[in-house]
């Protein structure tokens, strides 16, 4: 039986490389214990996995980094409480369990000949990450590019060299925002829906992909329809409290869909069939 058959059972994995982020983001480089079970971990961009660490429990991750480059799997962890305090805690050579893949994915098929705008919001940016490099290595499937990247300050922007090196190419349009006016800032200042706004997007041919806090999501949501984006030309990425993360606990639902089982990925057209609390 394939190892990735069991859902239920977490792969030791190592950690093998640790990125300061932000002073509460750390991104981990994990490579799986067992080469085979590394050769068989296969997801696609917007898929989540749990990551456990021994005597803490476990919690749920995007996989940031893209199906296309496997030399290890990246998650991005924003410290909040007890199990993202005990994973920055822990550095190159400490392991930890991964269970997954789990959930459903960006809908890949259907983005490509598309033109492409990515809108992010701090931690929200690692879903993104993932899709967008998935993206940059199939280039020539996908028309033009885009990225607005919000943070609260300059010093919150994750992934800044990767930002850098997409800013500097001719292929992909980056605007990054910051809330209010900081020293030696000489990017764009507002909110994210406020600038997308400003920035007037072009519709046509083009699909929108959003993840952020919820609060940005809503306000972005609603700007990309008045500039002309149809429901089922955006989508997003929802984050609910996870538990078993395989459809059984109940914990993650909004109204009858399990987020972990029908999401983490939905388009505006989907969301607008659930209760409005997403
Ligand atoms: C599909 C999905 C993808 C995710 N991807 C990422 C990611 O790539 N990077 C990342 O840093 N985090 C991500 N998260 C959120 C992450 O799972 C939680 O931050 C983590 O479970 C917190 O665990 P904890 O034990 O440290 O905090 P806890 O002690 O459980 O909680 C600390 C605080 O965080 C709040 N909280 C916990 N979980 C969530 C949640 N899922 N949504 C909103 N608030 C929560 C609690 O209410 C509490 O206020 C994702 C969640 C989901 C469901
Ligand atoms: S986390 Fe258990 S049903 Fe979704």
């Avoid at 496997?70 to 410290?79: A, D, G, K, N, W």
């Avoid at 991964?98 to 919001?121: E, S, Y």
């Avoid at 306000?219 to 990309?224: D, E, H, K, N, P």
Wanted: net charge negative; hydrophobic share 40%; charged share 20%.
């Amino acid at each position: 039986m394939s190892k990735r058959a069991n859902p239920y059972l977490p792969q030791p994995g190592t950690i093998i490389d640790v990125v300061e982020e932000t002073p509460a983001i750390k991104t981990f480089r994990v490579v799986l214990d067992d080469p085979e079970a590394m050769l068989d971990f296969r997801f696609l961009p917007g898929q989540v996995a749990q990551l456990s660490v021994f005597g803490a429990g476990e919690a749920t991750f995007v996989i940031n980094s893209p199906p296309t480059r496997m030399e290890y799997l990246q998650f991005t962890v924003l410290r909040t409480g007890e199990v993202t305090a005990r994973l920055h805690a822990l550095g190159v050579g400490d392991h930890v369990g991964v269970r997954g893949p789990l959930g459903n994915h960006f809908p890949v098929a259907q983005l490509r000949g598309r033109d492409l705008l990515f809108v992010g919001g701090g931690i929200g940016m690692a879903p993104l990450r993932t899709l967008l490099l998935y993206v940059l290595d199939n280039r020539a499937d996908f028309g033009h590019l885009a990225l607005l990247y919000g943070a609260r300050t300059p010093q919150d922007f994750c992934f800044g060299e990767e930002l850098a090196t997409w800013g500097a190419r001719r292929d992909i349009d980056v605007v990054r925002t910051v809330d209010a006016p900081a020293e030696g800032w000489d990017g764009r200042v507002g909110l994210v829906p406020h600038v997308l706004e400003e920035l007037r997007p072009t519709a046509e041919g083009c699909t929108a992909v959003t993840c952020g806090p919820p609060v940005m999501i809503r306000f972005t949501v609603q700007a990309l329809e008045k500039l002309g984006f149809g429901p089922e030309r955006i989508v997003t990425t929802l984050e609910r409290r996870m538990k078993c993360g395989v459809g059984l606990c109940g914990r993650c639902n909004i109204g009858s869909v399990l987020v972990c089982r029908d999401g983490p990925v939905f388009t505006k057209a989907e969301l607008d069939l659930l209760p409005n609390d997403y």
